[in-house]
C-alpha cells in the first residue's frame, strides 16, 4: 500500500490505518462491482430490483472475496500493483467461471465487458487515490 509520513491511503486520497483503509476500500469496490451488475441488468432492461441485481453480481461478488482472501489485500488496500491488479483478475476471471457453472451467459461481448467496466472500476480508484496522495504531499515550488 503507499505509505507516506501520515500512513496509507484511502480511496479519497486520505491516510489513516492499513485495517481502516482495507474496510474503506472493500466496500468501495464491493459497491461499484454491484454498480456494474445494475448496470447491465438496466442496459439490457432486466430492471433493477435488489434481487435481480444481486443475482447478477453474487459470482463476481463471490470471486472478489475470494480473491481478495487469496491474496491477503487487505495488507496493502490501495497498492496498484499487486493488489488491484490482482482482485481485478480475479473478481473477473472467476466471475465469469462462476457464470458460466451456473448457466449464466458468458457471451463474449460480455466477457471484454466484464473485464474493461471492473478493470476501471478496482484499479482505477486505487491510481486516482495514489495520484491524489502524492500531489497532497508534494513541496510547494518557489
Known amino acids: 500500500m503507499p505509505e507516506h509520513a501520515n500512513g496509507p491511503l484511502t480511496p479519497g486520497g486520505q491516510r489513516g490505518s492499513a485495517a481502516g483503509n482495507a474496510g474503506v476500500w472493500a ?3 464491493v459497491v461499484l462491482i454491484v454498480v456494474f451488475a445494475a448496470s447491465g441488468r438496466r442496459t439490457h432492461q432486466h430492471g ?6 444481486l443475482e447478477t453480481a453474487w459470482p463476481f461478488l463471490l ?3 475470494l480473491t481478495a482472501l ?3 489485500a487487505w495488507r496493502s488496500p490501495a497498492a496498484l500493483v499487486p493488489t488491484a491488479l490482482l482482485l481485478w483478475a480475479g473478481t473477473v476471471i472467476g466471475g465469469l467461471t462462476l457464470r458460466a457453472l451456473t448457466g449464466a451467459g458468458v457471451a463474449m461481448s460480455f466477457q471484454i465487458v466484464t473485464l474493461l467496466v471492473l478493470g ?3 484499479v482505477l480508484p486505487r ?6 496522495g502524492r500531489n497532497r504531499h508534494r513541496e510547494p515550488v518557489a
Not at 127 to 132: E, F, K, W
Open 70 to 72: 487469496a491474496t491477503r
Open 127 to 132: 491510481a486516482v487515490a495514489r495520484t491524489l
Open 27 to 29: 466496500l468501495v469496490d
Open 63 to 65: 470471486a472478489y472475496v
Open 48 to 53: 433493477l430490483d435488489v434481487s435481480g441485481v
Open 120 to 122: 476501471a472500476f478496482l
